[in-house]
């Protein structure tokens, strides 16, 4: 039978290890404090502990101590090296050039700072003609590719072609540098500031063609440009400009000036917070000379057939043409439904046989868009101008993608004007128009175009005194 001396000292001795190796399992702070050593100091003066246990249990403690400071510094270094390793790949993120497809192909920083895209547009049309007016052919209307990006997420850049033509031209080329976002700076060959149906790309415009009163407004033009957004639902551009349209220098030092150009407009319903509506009315102004022999006027038909209205080249005493044009445009959409209008004033002043002569070209158009499947054109609009159209049912993923019906006229009178032999100064024309998108990248347009001439024209020695057109187009960008 044990002793109960035995008995208490070995239930100490026990209590004394538990002690150490619960101690040796708590936190650093409590491992750095001298209670364990204190502990076996009292228990080994009173006489629980001999010397060898209690040298033995000082020995395990301290084996402890070091083990316990080692695992604490792999820890640490561990911890560091995590740290480390995730900064390397959030510095390393910012460099890496990221694939993605979102209408088009592009390359992106992980910190999203800089950006590359290579983007592409192609319409394939086919036009037939009512009486012979002009040849049904097939045509490559446009065939672009371009490279986009931007640095430092200030300045963008466009530089595209145009591989349609007979050869291959420039189309754009711009750096845009947004130093300050209200009043970003442009230059190079872009499009000039005026007409919502000019600033809205021929990749999402309502119809096949743009109006006849396009044939009056600036459009790509070399020369540069301040514009942005001051205010949410507000817009502007100044613009200088060779006023020579695209890829055209200067060409007379003496008798040409270059061509001010501006726009002013806003979206009122952005005022008003309707995320459902686009209530758009902007004004533009343009004012430039030009040397004389350089300005001949003319008007083409809708249905890209017949030049109908050209005047012979002006000849001013002085050499100068004055040109200014005055535009004004309207449009009105909610929800599917879009209400558009504009109309522009191009005036030409110049003296001949010492007679001062103002004439004046006016033309206007008016149309009605409607979303039949019920995508909402606000979606698509921003800053002044038309964006892509999504279907909310796209072809392939449970729908037949977004079909949109249209009705445009259109009218054009130059009638200070006179026109050269078998041409008129006066026409009008309807359109009627049915699109197809199957999904945002591709369109399918159909049109039907009526013009009628002020007077008839003469096309391979006889006259019409109309045109009757029917377009198709299949078009794709990315």
């Known amino acids: 039978m044990r002793k109960p001396a035995c008995i208490f000292r070995r239930t100490c001795l026990g209590l004394a290890m538990a002690v150490t190796f619960g101690l040796g399992a708590m936190p650093l702070h409590a491992q750095e404090t001298p209670i364990l050593d204190q502990l076996l100091d009292k228990l080994k003066?009173?006489?629980?502990?001999?010397?060898e246990e209690y040298q033995a249990l000082k020995a395990e403690r301290d084996e402890e101590r070091v083990q316990s400071r080692a695992e604490r510094r792999?820890?640490?270094?561990?911890?560091?090296?995590?740290?480390?390793?995730?900064?390397?790949?959030?510095?390393?993120?910012?460099?890496?050039?990221?694939?993605?497809?979102?209408?088009?192909?592009?390359?992106?920083?992980?910190?999203?700072?800089?950006?590359?895209?290579?983007?592409?547009?192609?319409?394939?049309?086919?036009?037939?003609?009512?009486?012979?007016?002009?040849?049904?052919?097939?045509?490559?209307?446009?065939a672009y590719l371009g490279v986009q990006g931007k640095l430092y997420d200030i300045y963008t850049f466009d530089v595209t072609g145009d591989f349609a033509q007979s050869g291959a031209t420039l189309d754009v080329a711009w750096l845009n540098a947004a130093w300050f976002e209200p009043a970003q700076l442009r230059i190079g060959q872009f499009k000039m500031p005026f007409s919502i149906e000019e600033q809205t790309s021929s990749r999402f415009i309502d119809f096949q063609e743009r109006s006849m009163m396009n044939a009056l407004v600036p459009a790509k033009e070399r020369g540069l440009m301040v514009h942005g957004s001051p205010m949410k639902g507000l817009f502007y551009g100044a613009a200088l400009s060779n006023g020579q349209g695209k890829n055209n220098n200067e060409t007379d030092e003496e008798h040409d000036s270059p061509d001010i150009v501006l726009r002013l407009g806003a979206n009122a319903a952005e005022f008003l917070g309707r995320t459902d509506m686009v209530l758009h009315g902007a004004v533009a102004y343009t004012d430039g000379t030009l040397v004389d022999g350089s300005v001949v006027p003319s008007g083409r038909t809708e249905g890209r057939g017949v030049t109908f209205f050209q005047t012979a080249a002006i000849d001013a005493d002085d050499d100068e043409v004055d040109r200014t044009r005055l535009g004004g445009e309207?449009?009105?959409?909610?929800?599917?439904?879009?209400?558009?209008?504009?109309?522009?004033?191009?005036?030409?002043?110049?003296?001949?046989?010492?007679?001062?002569?103002?004439?004046?070209?006016?033309?206007?158009?008016?149309?009605?868009?409607?979303?039949?499947?019920?995508?909402?054109?606000?979606?698509?609009?921003?800053?002044?101008?038309?964006?892509?159209?999504?279907?909310?049912?796209?072809?392939?993923?449970?729908g037949l993608g977004a079909f949109e019906v249209g009705l445009r006229y259109t009218d054009f009178d130059a009638g200070d004007f006179t026109a050269s032999s078998g041409r008129t100064n006066q026409a009008d024309a309807l359109t009627i128009g049915l699109k197809w998108i199957p999904v945002t990248n591709v369109r399918v347009y159909l049109n039907?175009?009526?013009?009628?001439?002020?007077?008839?024209?003469?096309?391979?020695?006889?006259?019409?005194?109309?045109?009757?057109?029917?377009?198709?187009?299949?078009?794709?960008?990315?």
């Open 45 to 51: 003066e009173r006489g629980v502990l001999t010397e």
């Open 74 to 142: 792999q820890r640490a270094l561990r911890e560091a090296q995590a740290v480390e390793k995730d900064e390397k790949a959030k510095e390393d993120a910012k460099s890496t050039l990221v694939a993605k497809f979102k209408d088009g192909f592009r390359f992106e920083s992980g910190d999203k700072r800089h950006a590359i895209g290579i983007s592409g547009r192609v319409h394939g049309d086919y036009r037939y003609f009512a009486d012979d007016t002009s040849p049904n052919t097939f045509d490559v209307r446009r």
């Open 330 to 398: 309207l449009s009105l959409a909610w929800g599917p439904l879009k209400l558009q209008g504009e109309y522009t004033k191009a005036s030409y002043e110049y003296s001949v046989a010492g007679t001062g002569i103002d004439n004046d070209i006016d033309a206007y158009y008016a149309s009605v868009s409607w979303l039949i499947t019920g995508e909402q054109y606000a979606t698509a609009y921003r800053n002044g101008a038309y964006g892509a159209i999504a279907p909310s049912k796209p072809l392939g993923s449970g």
């Open 448 to 478: 039907y175009v009526q013009t009628e001439f002020d007077t008839p024209v003469t096309v391979n020695g006889k006259q019409h005194d109309d045109e009757k057109a029917v377009t198709l187009r299949a078009a794709l960008y990315f």
